[in-house]
């Protein structure tokens, strides 16, 4: 009688160590020229493989290193997924009408609410809370102090519509912390800041050989 593939396991650290961290994966046997134990390109059973993957799922498995628990998810198979931005304003009414002079389409009556979303590029989306919604949840928060440590940055198509995008921000009273220049990295770039002091930073490509 053949004896049962995990016996060895028990005597072997090595390979009890290997296989737990093989996961879900595939196991091909090392000799690839074999049609019975190895894979034989692609045309083999590969029977070595196709023992040892059920002795490596069972839960009882007495592989010394194998952990009594469910492994849990791998960054592999993480599902979290980068969704939306979320600022804090003081003036909702006041913030929506600036992100919309930028070009973020907030809905109709957004003004007036405490919780508002804007579509963006790639889908992702631009969220904006009073401080009063957060407080309603999160009863000790208060406003950061100091200088922003977070900006948005959106893309222009040229450094000609940087240049014209900041005026037509600062002609309607946004707040403005660096005018544009040609900066040392090769883009077109301006700083605005919204009603709350967060950086809004504009900028462009500069054409090749600027």
């Not at 198509?157 to 900066?183: C, I, Q, T």
């Amino acid at each position: 009688m053949a004896r049962p593939p995990h016996a060895g396991f028990t005597q072997h650290s090595d390979p009890a160590r290997l296989l737990p961290a093989t996961d879900d994966a595939t196991i091909v046997h090392g000799d690839s020229d074999s049609a019975s134990r190895g894979d034989d390109r692609g045309r083999g059973r590969d029977r070595t493989g196709r023992l040892l993957e059920p002795v490596r799922s069972e839960p009882a498995c007495p592989i010394p290193s194998r952990p009594a628990w469910r492994r849990g998810p791998t960054v592999g198979r993480m599902s979290a997924r980068f969704d939306a931005i979320g600022m804090v304003v003081s003036d909702m009414a006041a913030s929506v009408a600036f992100y919309r002079r930028l070009g973020f389409a907030f809905p109709e009556g957004a003004e007036e609410q405490g919780h508002v979303e804007a579509g963006l590029p790639g889908g992702l989306r631009l969220l904006l809370d009073t401080e009063e919604v957060v407080r309603s949840f999160h009863t000790e928060w208060e406003p950061p102090s100091g200088g922003g440590r977070t900006s948005l940055a959106l893309r222009c198509d040229s450094p000609a519509e940087v240049d014209a995008l900041f005026a037509e921000m600062a002609g309607a009273g946004s707040r403005v912390e660096l005018k544009p220049w040609d900066a040392v990295w090769g883009q077109r770039y301006a700083v605005l800041l919204d009603p709350d002091g967060n950086g809004v930073d504009l900028f462009a490509p500069l054409p090749a050989g600027d």
